[in-house]
């Protein structure tokens, strides 16, 4: 990610939270998520053309596919962050956000700790399989990693914990 570049890490986590919390909001569904150089490119399904609980018509799924360039993300994560801030001063409820931000977050982290050169997942039916690129001294290659609905559940469950852990950590207490 070019607006991240020369920064210690690669904070994945935040940027793939924001992108959540935006899909969350969007209504949309069995994601695709590929990483260009210059953002990233999401697909997914959403419904269209529904008027209303009560209406004969439901509407009908649709792919759409949305591109979020490095300006967007960072302005999606200044959002989230004022966001985060103003729901709880200091302490936002993981509880109030949506499942592409819960997910997104949590396969960040894991992304974060792999350090990967690029990504790519996709998800369907709350499983998703991860394509990252990573660069070492023998050259380029490819790793998979499948999370299912369990592990990104359990994953979901098990951050806030972290997150204390981390904090504490850096308070040293």
């Known amino acids: 990610m070019r607006i991240y570049d020369g920064s210690p890490r690669?904070?994945?986590e935040e940027v793939l939270r924001s992108i959540g919390a935006f899909l969350d909001q969007r209504g949309m569904r069995?994601?695709?998520?590929?990483?260009?150089?210059?953002?990233?490119?999401?697909?997914?399904?959403?419904?269209?053309?529904?008027?209303?609980a009560w209406s004969e018509?439901?509407?009908?799924?649709a792919k759409e596919t949305l591109t979020f360039l490095d300006d967007d993300i960072a302005r999606f994560m200044d959002e989230a962050m004022a966001r985060r801030?103003?729901?709880?001063?200091?302490?936002p409820d993981?509880?109030?956000?949506?499942?592409y931000e819960k997910s997104f977050r949590v396969i960040g982290r894991w992304i974060d700790s792999q350090r990967p050169h690029d990504i790519?997942?996709?998800?369907?039916?709350?499983a998703f399989v991860v394509r990252l690129q990573k660069i070492t001294g023998t050259g380029a290659h490819?790793?998979?990693?499948?999370?299912?609905?369990?592990d990104i559940e359990a994953m979901i469950a098990e951050a806030p914990q972290l997150r204390q852990s981390e904090a504490q950590k850096e308070t040293g207490q």
């Open 10 to 12: 690669q904070d994945f």
């Open 30 to 52: 069995d994601v695709l998520l590929l990483e260009a150089p210059d953002g990233f490119i999401v697909q997914g399904l959403v419904m269209e053309g529904g008027s209303g």
């Open 57 to 61: 018509s439901v509407g009908h799924q």
């Open 85 to 91: 801030g103003a729901e709880a001063a200091g302490s």
């Open 94 to 99: 993981w509880s109030q956000a949506g499942y």
């Open 120 to 126: 790519f997942f996709f998800e369907q039916g709350g």
């Open 142 to 150: 490819h790793e998979l990693a499948e999370f299912t609905k369990d």
